[in-house]
């Protein structure tokens, strides 16, 4: 791209001036909703590179404490390193702010009903 000038030469990026995703956000106005969005998006972008899920899933569950979507991904990402404590300690969570959301859940993985209902780890 930079040798069809349709950027700078490498040569010239300046990293130093490199802002995070959330100071160009608050720069540009986007509102915390967008943002959860746009987290929610990057959990499912980052596959099986768990520790980037749960940090995004925990960065919109900052600007979301009690949002049903945050908590199923946070806690379904959980589950996935195989760290099952957790996940069933935010599904439980998720109960209480949303049992048809965790209906959902149960609907989809038979697994994790089964450990929830026994109550297990």
């Known amino acids: 791209m930079a040798s069809k000038n349709w950027i700078a030469p490498a040569a010239e990026w300046r990293f130093e001036r490199a802002r995070s995703y959330e100071d160009i956000a ?3 106005g986007v ?4 943002l959860v969005i746009a987290y929610l998006k ?11 899920r749960i940090r995004y899933a925990k960065r919109a569950l900052q600007l979301k404490p009690h949002d049903p979507l945050v908590l199923r991904h946070l806690a379904w ?5 195989g760290n099952q404590k957790t996940a069933l300690e935010i599904y439980r969570r998720l109960e209480k702010i949303d049992p048809k959301s965790l209906d959902k859940v149960f609907s989809y993985q038979s697994e994790i009903k089964k450990a929830y209902v026994k109550g297990l780890l």
């Not at 509102?31 to 967008?34: A, D, M, N, S, T």
Request: aromatic share 22%; charged share 15%; hydrophobic share 40%.
């Open 77 to 81: 990402s959980y589950w996935l390193v």
């Open 31 to 34: 509102r915390p909703g967008l």
């Open 42 to 52: 990057m959990v499912n972008y980052f596959g099986s590179r768990y520790d980037n």
């Open 26 to 28: 608050r720069i540009l």
